[in-house]
């Protein structure tokens, strides 16, 4: 019904089937496989990791490497890519872009069904500006994934954390009012959601709302827990760098009830991928502290599935 897995990015240092065999002994259904270009890394936390690097991979390569998922136990629940689409810099954009339709077609011939990106945004500018550029460019894309039946799940996370990405965040899709303006700009039942519900919550928006009025746009689903601070809250406000008054968590360490969270995925009838999402710094001291936090995660999550 729900297939739980974890995403890639948390364990840099194992190669595919290493992670993979990893899912399978702790018994996860499932893997968000990273896919960032192998000669084009970037320094953002959990981002630069390439667990199959499509960029240099041919079609009998890729090929040959589907006949090895396909033999494995742990499913590939879809491949993953975040970088800003709609950067500034048109040239790191349109780079931005490219890679995201090779992972596409890298995904129809893996037989993934799925791939996960963030919209973009120019963050110097406004959302009018950010949709009409979006409105410009971005059709092309899930153009492609229509044509090789390819579900797109754009994460709706703000990309606001740091101060170079002050004042509009890095990622456009971000609430539902904005959802609405670009599913109807590009309506095709391909283009949808890959849902984290944490980045409602320091936003301060009801975290289950998106499953009761978007289920049919849910591709794929991240699971991870934020943690805010009232005191801190009360010094900065809403309008300051969010680090400064909340931290991401594992899932049961922060304000998600996970219980509400699954029952409201079974009201919707969702069936699909739910990927622990591991940023939490509590966790990062060392490979043991990382693989014991994605089993922490596991071990919460698990108490609300059959």
């Known amino acids: 019904m729900l297939d739980l897995g974890f995403a890639s990015a948390i364990l840099p240092n194992k190669n595919l089937f290493e992670v993979l065999d990893f899912a399978h002994l702790n018994k996860f259904a499932c893997v968000e496989v990273m896919c960032w270009p192998s000669q084009n890394s970037d320094s953002r936390r ?18 040959q490497l589907k006949t090895k998922i ?3 136990p742990t499913q590939i629940s879809a491949l993953g890519y975040y970088p800003n689409p709609l950067d500034p810099d048109e040239k790191q954009a349109a780079y931005y ?8 077609k890298a995904a129809k011939v893996l037989g ?9 945004r120019d963050y110097n500018q406004s959302i009018a500006y950010n949709i009409s550029k979006f409105k410009e460019v971005w059709p092309e894309i899930i153009e492609l994934a229509d044509d090789l039946d390819i579900k797109i799940g754009i994460e709706n996370c703000p990309m606001f954390f740091t101060d170079d990405e002050w004042p509009g965040g890095k990622n456009l899709m971000t609430t539902p009012k904005i959802w609405d303006q670009l599913f109807n700009i590009i309506p095709s039942s391909n283009f949808g959601l ?17 499953i009761y009025n978007y289920k049919e746009k849910l591709h794929h689903i991240h699971l991870k827990d934020v943690k805010l601070y009232p005191e801190k809250l009360n ?33 919707v009838r969702y069936r699909g991928p739910i990927v622990i999402e ?17 089993l922490t995660a596991r071990n919460h999550i698990q108490q609300f599935l059959p």
């Open 46 to 63: 959990y981002a630069g990791v390439s667990h199959i690097s499509v960029d240099q991979l041919s079609n009998d390569e890729l090929l």
């Open 70 to 72: 396909e033999k494995h």
């Open 97 to 104: 872009r490219e890679h995201i339709k090779k992972i596409i």
């Open 112 to 120: 993934i069904d799925r791939v996960n990106t963030f919209v973009g």
């Open 194 to 210: 890959n849902y984290d519900p944490s980045h409602m919550v320091w936003q301060m928006m009801d975290y289950l709302y998106p």
């Open 235 to 267: 010094r900065v406000g809403i309008m300051a760098n969010p680090l400064e008054y909340h931290s991401p968590k594992l899932p049961g360490l922060g304000e998600i009830h996970w219980g509400k969270f699954i029952s409201a995925l079974h009201d």
């Open 278 to 294: 591991v940023e939490d710094k509590a966790f990062e001291g060392s490979e043991v502290d990382i693989e014991k936090a994605i």
